[in-house]
């Protein structure tokens, strides 16, 4: 199983960002997959997720109206728009997969190795 994240960067307040995760060695559709993140100093916290199967989706509070996650099964790839950024929504992102659906606070089985996302 691999998880290879990308499309982080710097961004100014207000700005968008698309994570990119391109799955290996299973199949996203099968599994509860979703975006965490860890800020400096900060526990690493459930931003969003979607769910085997469905396209039923949900997220941690402060994202909510401003983050979306998707998912292409064709490509095995799971997506993370992010609009409305804000300097809190500063942390290193990782992508994960394997853990239980709607919980944020689930641990997952399986971790990308994060992309990191500035926003002043």
């Known amino acids: 199983v691999q998880l290879v994240e990308s499309g982080g960067g710097s961004v100014q307040a207000g700005g968008s960002l698309r994570l990119s995760c391109a799955a290996s060695?299973?199949?996203?559709?099968?599994?509860?997959m979703g975006w965490f993140r860890e800020a400096p100093g900060k526990e690493r916290e459930g931003v969003a997720g979607?769910?085997?199967?469905?396209?039923?989706?949900f997220y941690a509070d402060s994202v909510k109206g401003r983050f979306t996650i998707s998912r292409d099964n064709a490509k095995n790839t799971v997506y993370l728009q992010m609009n409305s950024l804000k300097p809190e929504d500063t942390a290193m992102y990782y992508c994960?997969?394997?853990?239980?659906?709607?919980?944020?606070?689930?641990?997952?089985?399986?971790w990308g190795q994060g992309t990191q996302v500035t926003v002043s």
């Open positions: 994960a997969a394997d853990y239980r659906c709607g919980n944020l606070n689930s641990i997952p089985a399986y």
């Open positions: 060695g299973f199949t996203i559709s099968w599994k509860c």
């Open positions: 979607v769910y085997p199967y469905l396209t039923t989706t």
